[in-house]
């Protein structure tokens, strides 16, 4: 005949069931609603518990007696210290921009009865975006603090409390986007939270000169740089889509993924009687496959505007105005930025710095993208011709 016997974990009120025999042991942990035998003497009434799980260990001493003698079945009981350390996320995800500053909630709870630890250690880190690695970000212990690589100088601990662990992030870079773990370890006790950091900005489709469907992953790291901005993540592109962006080309991800938003279902797009949605690839090849880009950029610090010229000009005449002019020709990630974030309207098509000739419409009218507000497209024309103006930029000391 089985024996059962009810344990209790001191703080987390937990039941757990051993039963073994000499082949092998069943741990059941539970509540008294899934065991509905009879509680021993001295065992303490506990709260209801949310989960069930089974746990089966082996025990290799014996393998001569049959599973169905039951005679050597006997009762264990376990008794174990639950958590006595919590930490707390009071936000999953904080908004700032590129340039502005962000503040990661993060608090941790210690049981009173524990003394004062001097030792005790919090630490931040940076998730990639496949979860297999973490960027360390800032460590504190006591009255030794220490930031790393591109944060350092640039993350400080908020201490509005003595549990308060919340990470300051000051002048914040489109690269600070992702998510963020808080760790806490006091001795032996420890926990962690996750808080996400999202941007304000404009995510956009990017293929160079060439043409598209040239670029390995690497190179479209280094052209989205090139244009003031950073490979888009999968969540950001998602939320373009929402936003009703629609394009028709795969683009490389910062995950190595290539995926497209399509917000109109037609042929050419992987057919008229599918539904909206980001088409994927899934996982490509970084070195070997070629795609275009999708983009990333924020706020940025200065002034985005249209050169007023008395004569139209070559792609180095344009260069040498706006340096005449105490600036540099503007990217196209900047230009995009101020479309989308500042409503920036010019219907005179410019050059930019990648060559490209472009202009960026937030009132649609005739002649002037008339059916959506738009950065329209004019190609990548002989940089000797001289039919168009210049968009330049004069960044803010």
């Known amino acids: 005949m089985l024996s059962l016997g009810y344990v209790v974990l001191e703080r987390s009120e937990a039941l757990i069931i051993v039963i ?35 746990v089966s260990l082996s025990l290799a001493e014996n393998s001569d007696h049959p599973y169905s003698d039951l005679d050597h079945y006997k009762t264990i009981y376990i008794s174990e210290n639950g958590p006595r350390l919590s930490v707390v996320t009071e936000q999953a995800k904080v908004v700032s921009r590129r340039g502005g500053n962000a503040t990661l909630p993060c608090k941790f709870q210690r049981d009173p009865s524990l003394s004062a630890n001097p030792k005790l250690r919090i630490k931040w880190t940076k998730l990639t975006s496949d979860y297999l690695k973490e960027i360390d970000v800032f460590v504190a212990m006591g009255y030794h603090k220490r930031s790393y690589g591109r944060f350092h100088g640039r993350v400080y601990l908020q201490g509005a409390s003595e549990n308060d662990a919340s990470l300051v992030i000051t002048e914040v870079t489109l ?19 996750v808080v996400s950091l999202d941007l304000q900005g404009v995510v956009f489709p990017y293929f160079p000169r060439m043409g598209r469907y040239n670029l390995n992953f690497h190179d479209a790291e280094k052209a989205c740089r090139d244009q003031d901005a950073v490979v888009a993540s999968f969540d950001q592109l998602y939320d373009a889509w929402r936003g009703g962006l629609d394009w028709c080309n795969a683009g490389w991800l910062s995950d190595g993924s290539a995926q497209y938003p399509i917000t109109q279902p037609r042929e050419p797009c992987g057919g008229k009687n599918t539904v909206p949605g980001v088409r994927s690839y ?3 090849d970084k070195e070997k496959s070629h795609y275009d880009v999708f983009c990333f950029t924020s706020n940025y610090r200065g002034r985005f505007y249209y050169l007023i010229h008395p004569t139209k000009l070559t792609y180095n005449e344009a260069v040498q105005a706006c340096q005449k002019d105490g600036a540099q020709i503007a990217k196209v990630g900047q230009m995009y930025s101020a479309w989308k974030l500042l409503g920036y309207d010019r219907c005179d098509a410019g050059w930019l710095a990648d060559g490209s000739v472009r202009y960026p419409i937030s009132r649609p009218r005739r002649r002037c993208s008339p059916t959506e507000a738009a950065v329209r497209f004019s190609g990548f024309p002989d940089k000797k011709q001289k039919l168009y103006g210049v968009y330049c930029f004069k960044p803010y000391n």
């Open 282 to 284: 899934g996982q490509r």
């Open 20 to 54: 073994c025999n000499d082949l092998s042991c069943q741990a059941f942990i539970g509540t008294a609603s899934f065991f509905p035998v009879k509680r021993p003497p001295g065992a303490i009434k506990m709260n209801t518990l949310l989960f069930l799980t089974f």
């Open 175 to 193: 690269e600070d986007y992702g998510k963020y773990k808080c760790e806490v370890i006091d001795g032996l006790e420890d926990d962690t939270g």
